[in-house]
């Protein structure tokens, strides 16, 4: 990441018997937070079997303290099944078979071993994602961009260079391959991130000084000293696809070419008629219902969201009641986990992304709806934005609250760039990170 090896991971792909595949994948990330480092262990198994060498089952583990996320998967008649355990709380999904097949994994390195490709060639595939929250089916649309020689360890080799995109996610990388079907490197350009294949002893070698929120930061100059007051600011960007940012009542901009705009941001505000919870409008159901991550159906967040509002019935108030609560009870930690609400209430700590989304599932609970936003806000004592989430709320009008930083109204410093589950987030949030350029223009 930016130069600096923040962990490693291994792949082994294993035949088993005449017509079954083992593949085991273990990774371990370490990087550092204001001076603390932080690592993150996750491992992963599947088999396929048959004829089509079809995935018949899984298993992915995140060791966890406050409890673990396990998701395992099991092939059925007609469906893959899928189990996820959080912290102890289940839910399941299924899925049509056939789900993925080996040669659906290794499209890349097969065709590089068949010399079937040359550059502008277009192919499609998709595998199976089984990382909460994104599990389910990923489509790749792959082009070759170029077939040349590269100098490995002092000895000339010919590889390909493919463009591997997901749409889905709205991201896309590298893939260096030589023509024996070895991967030489995985870059995704957009978040600064490079793997490349290396000895086992060299890759576990890791000195990083990389700083996830540092380095991250966009810089910005001549920003407000106290972002809290700050009820209204415009800016202007550069470097970045404008028209995936999602508009509101609250940001509005002015697209000026593909990749700038103005971005005008005010301080949401609640001057209308507050309705009552419960919602009975359906068109709100998205916004009331139970996810992965956001578990508002668990019992224990359910008797919290009852205790915090107790025989409160205005949702504005209510909402107030569940941010505040969220600020005051869980401490600012950095957390490099999943970002989902059961395990943040067990550990009580977490960042913006644990804070957000057991407000969410607090808010649901309680029969309000709302979603996470994703976004950057402006640090002052970085001196720029840095990767930050919040909430949206509807109270008779979409409103944006900040139980991290425990702001009612979240002040006109968060400029949001996707709301919603992570898969309509994540590309937004890697690609502004690394590319989009800032500046204020006015702010008051």
């Not at 937070?33 to 992915?60: C, D, P, W």
């Not at 941001?265 to 009331?288: G, K, Y």
């Amino acid at each position: 990441m930016e130069n600096n090896k923040i962990g490693y991971m291994s792949i082994t792909l294993e035949k088993e018997k005449e017509t079954r595949w083992g593949m085991a994948m273990d990774m371990v990330i370490t990087f550092t937070m204001h001076n603390t480092a932080i690592t993150m262990k996750t491992s992963e198994t599947r088999t396929y079997e048959g004829e089509n060498a079809q995935l018949v089952s899984s298993r992915f583990l995140v060791t966890n303290p406050a409890g673990d996320i396990v998701v395992e998967g099991k092939a059925g008649d007609i469906e893959y099944d899928i189990t996820i355990d959080i912290a102890g709380h289940k839910t399941s999904k299924s899925f049509d078979l056939p789900l993925e097949t080996l040669d659906e994994i290794v499209k890349v390195e097969m065709l590089a071993v068949a010399g079937s490709m040359k550059p502008g060639d277009k192919f499609e595939f998709d595998t199976f994602e089984v990382e909460p929250p994104l599990i389910d089916k990923i489509q790749h649309i792959c082009t070759v961009k170029q077939h040349d020689r590269f100098i490995l360890d002092g000895v000339p080799t010919y590889v390909y260079t493919v463009r591997d995109s997901i749409p889905s996610l709205g991201i896309a990388g590298d893939i260096t391959i030589d023509r024996n079907g070895h991967i030489i490197k995985e870059e995704l350009a957009s978040a600064g991130l490079v793997m490349k294949a290396e000895p086992e002893m060299l890759a576990k070698k890791i000195k990083s000084s990389y700083d996830i929120l540092t380095d991250n930061l966009i810089p910005a100059e001549n920003g407000p000293e106290n972002p809290t007051v700050i009820k209204q600011a415009s800016y202007i960007i550069t470097n970045y696809d404008v028209s995936s940012i999602p508009e509101s009542e609250w940001q509005k901009f002015k697209i000026f070419k593909a990749d700038s705009a103005e971005i005008t941001v005010s301080r949401s505000i609640s001057d209308i008629h507050i309705q009552n919870i419960p919602f009975a409008d359906d068109n709100f159901a998205e916004f009331l219902k139970p996810e992965m991550l956001i578990q508002s159906d668990n019992p224990e967040i359910i008797q919290l969201a009852r205790e915090i509002i107790k025989d409160e019935t205005n949702s504005f108030k209510a909402a107030q009641l569940i941010n505040n609560w969220v600020y005051n009870n869980i401490k600012k930690e950095f957390s490099p986990d999943i970002s989902n609400a059961l395990l943040t209430l067990h550990s009580q700590k977490g960042d913006c992304g644990e804070h957000s989304a057991l407000a969410v599932a607090l808010l649901r609970a309680a029969g309000i709806p709302s979603q996470t936003v994703g976004g950057i806000a402006y640090w002052p004592d970085g001196g720029g934005f840095v990767f930050h989430a919040w909430t949206e709320v509807y109270i008779g009008r979409w409103i944006f609250m900040d139980p991290t930083w425990g702001e009612t109204y979240a002040d006109a410093t968060h400029i949001m760039l996707g709301r919603g589950s992570f898969d309509k987030q994540v590309g937004s949030i890697l690609n502004a990170l690394k590319r989009l350029k800032i500046r204020f223009v006015e702010y008051r």
